[in-house]
């Protein structure tokens, strides 16, 4: 591991190289494709999770989109609005949502799916195909790493909390 310094180079920061990527990818796709049928980014996170897993609850909804639960909520309520999901009562609890893509939905999705393989195309450009299976297994990792640190610190601020009562 390189010696930590006083200076960040962001062009060599990975949090930023990650962010920079998926934010110029998120803005083209996001004026080009999505922007015509009034749909954000997150929408499009909803929409394809939909397409790809099937009917979801709200709360594993937030999970797989990483969009919070409150924010989830109103943005599901104004796709509702609009025709592209349901949202049902889960069969297993009165307390669950389940939300599912209407035809409308998938009708749009199918048309905006080339698209978004379009702009991925795009942007791995010149990435070989062995290049680009590291580079999705090393995000995931970081991702997972990511995820058990917060895990680790909302139950180490648990124990805390626990002890000051």
């Known amino acids: ?3 930590h310094s006083a200076k960040l180079d962001l062009g060599d920061y990975l949090p930023y190289l ?3 990527v998926g934010t110029i990818i ?3 796709f996001g004026a080009d494709a999505l922007a015509r049928h009034g749909l954000s980014i997150a929408d499009w996170r909803v929409l394809a999770v939909l397409v790809s897993n099937g009917g979801q ?3 594993d909804l937030a999970d797989l989109t990483s969009i919070e639960a409150s924010t ?3 943005l599901v309520t104004r796709l509702m609005r609009t025709g592209l999901v349901t949202r049902t009562r889960s069969a297993n609890s009165n307390r669950e949502v389940v939300v599912k893509l209407s035809t409308k939905g998938q009708t749009l999705v199918a048309r905006l799916i ?3 393989r379009d702009y991925e195309a795009a942007a791995i450009a010149g990435i070989t195909a062995q290049e680009l299976a590291v580079l999705k297994r090393c995000l995931r990792r970081v991702y997972d790493n990511m995820k058990s640190k ?3 610190r909302v139950e180490q601020r648990e124990t805390r909390e626990g002890r000051a009562a």
Do not use: C
């Open 1 to 3: 591991m390189a010696k």
């Open 18 to 20: 990650v962010n920079r």
């Open 26 to 28: 998120a803005e083209q």
């Open 57 to 59: 609850r709200q709360i």
């Open 72 to 74: 989830l909520s109103r």
């Open 114 to 116: 080339p698209i978004a």
């Open 150 to 152: 917060n895990v680790a």
